[in-house]
């Protein structure tokens, strides 16, 4: 399953393990040639890519992922308010690198791990909240009023996005999922080029409020926004394909970190605006 996002491209390879670990055998829909409707899907896991989950497993369903986003979002914003308020001024620098690093790995952990573990999720989303807390911190001391501008346009996007895909106006085809993908791989080479070149003193222009920055902000943006489709097609297909309950965790997890990316080039943006205020 390709995708943009490391996270749940792995729920189709996880699942595939369990099956071949005689974790439970294809049921219903574990048969090949599902519904044609899904025929431009087919660079995805056929149906046996996925087990069905056993008469003893409740299979995840959409409604789990949804239940499961809005527990890491609550989390990840009630840890951001609690850094926000108990962490002092001058130590909002140590909290940020710390948290981002800890975030960092844990999100490895977790995208490479074999098995959905809830546990390491609402680490990833406490941690992942003194990071966001954090960075909210610093741009309202400079810049008043703008985190909640960020965060009313995250989540307005996302949820234009998830209605796009809801209609059916953008399709995850292959070819979409590919140059997806390629554009994604090629945006963090540049923000990883940019950070090293940073360190040494050397300004690219992309992050400094420049037209070169407004421009790859708004590339990000779109990217980031249409990565959701994605992700939409991939949890939709592990419902479709019964895939065990505990995934509606890693399949939230997706998201939220999806989100934080949106909302983290969203709040750049605006301030790129309010530079002179």
């Not at 989390?75 to 960092?104: E, N, Q, R, T």
């Not at 791990?113 to 999720?121: G, I, K, Q, Y």
């Not at 902000?217 to 980031?224: D, F, K, R």
């Amino acid at each position: 399953m390709k995708t943009s996002n490391p996270v749940l491209a792995r729920l189709g390879q996880a699942a595939e393990r369990e099956r071949a670990a005689g974790y439970a055998q294809p049921g219903p829909y574990g048969q090949p040639g599902y519904s044609p409707q899904y025929a431009p899907y087919q660079q995805y896991p056929t149906a046996n890519a996925y087990p069905a989950a056993p008469p003893t497993v409740t299979p995840m369903t959409l409604d789990d992922v949804v239940v499961k986003t809005v527990m890491l979002l609550g989390i990840l914003g009630a840890s951001a308010a609690a850094a926000w308020v108990l962490v002092p001024d001058a130590l909002v620098g140590v909290a940020w690198i710390g948290a981002a690093v800890v975030g960092l790995a844990l999100g490895l952990i977790i995208s490479f791990s074999r098995m959905a573990n809830p546990a390491l999720v609402v680490a990833y989303s406490i941690v992942e909240g003194v990071f966001v807390g954090m960075v909210s911190k610093a741009f309202d001391r400079l810049y008043d009023g703008i985190v909640l501008q960020a965060v009313v346009a995250s989540f307005g996007v996302f949820f234009l996005m998830a209605m796009i895909y809801k209609a059916r106006i953008i399709r995850a085809t292959p070819k979409f999922a590919r140059i997806m993908i390629s554009i994604m791989a090629g945006l963090f080479g540049v923000m990883l080029i940019n950070l090293v070149l940073a360190l040494f003193g050397i300004n690219t222009h992309l992050r400094d409020g420049s037209g070169l920055a407004i421009i790859f902000s708004l590339v990000c943006i779109v990217v980031a926004s249409l990565s959701f489709v994605l992700n939409f097609a991939e949890i939709e297909e592990g419902v479709r394909m019964g895939l065990p309950q505990r995934y509606s965790w890693t399949a939230a997890f997706g998201i939220v970190v999806g989100l934080v990316w949106l909302y983290l080039e969203i709040l750049r943006l605006i301030s790129y605006f309010q530079g002179d205020d």
